[in-house]
């Protein structure tokens, strides 16, 4: 063994061309994504050589993450989770890309149905794992006794929520889902009137220490909308994995509506105008966007960023918002493709240069229009994919992942993998 010292210049040279580990409050240096999962390399190629228009049914997912939760009396009907995920629930069907992570995030509850939950799951397909970031707190799926809320919630910076600080009585995302890979933080919006749900707000004014529900309500923070509505933005760290609770400034966010982070602007788009919400301002700004919109309800919608603009589908209804000329059209007013957010979920694919409807809606007569299609914005085209491969059921949600040039659709057990258009070489 060689025992010689070594001389202190060498020390010196050695320190400046070695690399410099990062410090924990560098803000430049990438969060570490946690849990650490290992790549399955062999799926990876198979997804790699998926040809153009072609379904691939993955293998079963493993799960990873905060699972101790799921199964427990306060939890109902979860004790599949770790076996096959979160489940797709109806009325909360997209899933937030989060490029910094190179995961999906997805959270929301059903429509009146089996679990009423605010816990967190991320998808990554490079190991076709879902992890749990954050397991439920006690669901509250209706009304609620002073008991629960004694045990369950707080009422803190003027927002009931519970003492982990997540939603106490959570519900739909509808389209309302969106990740800044910016600040890091995924965003929840709260539409108004759903922030403060609650059957007896008695029984939660006892549970917290109040006389009754008035003296509550003096102490309650309800937002920028009204009494017994709130419009909130509920943000959550997947690196910290904990909620945070936005409320000043946010955009008026009703029912079935969407939101997209806007990466060139780090700014979040509401729909149904042109909000512009800056997390770092806590401000929304309103441009009064020319045109109009068509359509009413459960929206669905998405974002290119090299010709920024949205596409927003309501119905058989096409609109598109322009950043460029702050306008909107009505770009096809009786469309092939339906879609509306309980049960369809809506893309763009970077490579393909299209908008990806993946639906089960029925058009306005009735017919149905379940399927998948592409709009090409540049055309005002839609078309029918009709894709080959593996013969993807109809139903639950999805994302574009562009790390690996494919759609990927979770139906609650089962995922899948779609290739619009393989990228130049």
């Known amino acids: ?36 999962l290992a790549p399955d390399k062999e799926l990876l190629a198979k997804i790699e050589a998926l040809p153009d228009n072609t379904w691939m049914k993955l293998p079963p997912v493993k799960t990873a993450g ?5 199964g427990k009396k306060e939890c109902p009907n979860t004790e599949n989770m770790p076996k096959f995920g979160p489940s797709a629930r109806g009325y909360s069907l997209k899933m937030a890309w989060a490029a910094d992570r190179k995961r999906a995030l997805y959270c ?22 879902w992890v749990c970031l954050y397991g439920s707190d ?3 799926i209706s009304g609620g006794t002073p008991e629960f809320f004694q045990k369950n919630a707080v009422l803190r910076d003027g927002v009931v929520q519970t003492p982990r600080g997540g939603q106490v009585r959570a519900i739909h995302t509808w389209s309302g889902l969106t990740y800044d890979s910016d600040r890091h933080r995924m965003y929840w919006f709260v539409p108004k009137g759903r922030g403060c ?14 006389q009754d529900e008035k003296e509550l309500l003096a ?3 309800t937002g920028t909308v009204g009494r017994y509505t709130s419009t909130y933005i509920w943000s959550f760290d997947p690196y910290a994995k904990k909620w945070e609770i936005l409320t000043e400034g946010v955009p008026v966010f009703d029912e079935g509506q969407s939101a997209e982070y806007i990466s060139d602007r780090k700014m979040v ?72 957010d309980m049960r369809s979920y809506m893309a763009y694919d970077l490579v393909a240069k299209k908008f990806i409807l993946d639906t089960i809606d029925k058009g306005p007569q009735g017919q149905n229009q379940s399927g998948l299609y592409l709009y090409d914005l540049a055309r005002n085209e839609w078309t029918e994919a009709k894709p080959q491969g593996d013969a993807a ?3 639950g949600g999805g994302y574009y992942d562009p790390e690996r040039n494919v759609t990927v659709k979770y139906t609650g057990r089962d995922t899948y993998v779609y290739r619009c258009k393989r990228a130049a070489k």
């Open 197 to 210: 749900t609650f059957t007896d707000h008695n029984a939660l004014a006892m549970g917290l220490g109040f």
């Open 219 to 221: 102490k309650w923070r």
């Open 66 to 70: 905060d699972l101790a939760w799921c």
């Open 138 to 140: 006690p669901s509250l």
């Open 393 to 395: 059921p109809p139903g």
């Open 269 to 340: 788009w509401a729909s149904w105008g042109a909000q512009m919400y800056d997390p770092d301002k806590k401000a929304t700004t309103d441009p009064k966007a020319k045109g109009k919109t068509a359509g009413v309800g459960e929206v669905v919608a998405a974002y290119d960023p090299e010709s920024k603009t949205i596409a927003m589908v309501s119905q058989n209804k096409t609109n598109t918002y322009s950043f460029a000329t702050n306008e909107w059209k009505v770009v096809q007013d009786n469309a092939i493709a339906s879609g509306a």
């Open 1 to 36: 063994m060689n025992t010689r010292p070594v001389p202190l210049v060498g020390l010196a040279l050695v320190a400046l061309l070695s690399p410099v580990p990062a410090c924990a409050g560098d803000a430049a240096a990438p969060p570490q994504v946690e849990p650490e």
């Open 108 to 129: 929301g509850t059903y429509h009146q149905a089996p679990n009423v939950t605010n816990d967190v799951w991320e998808y990554d397909l490079a190991a076709n794992t």
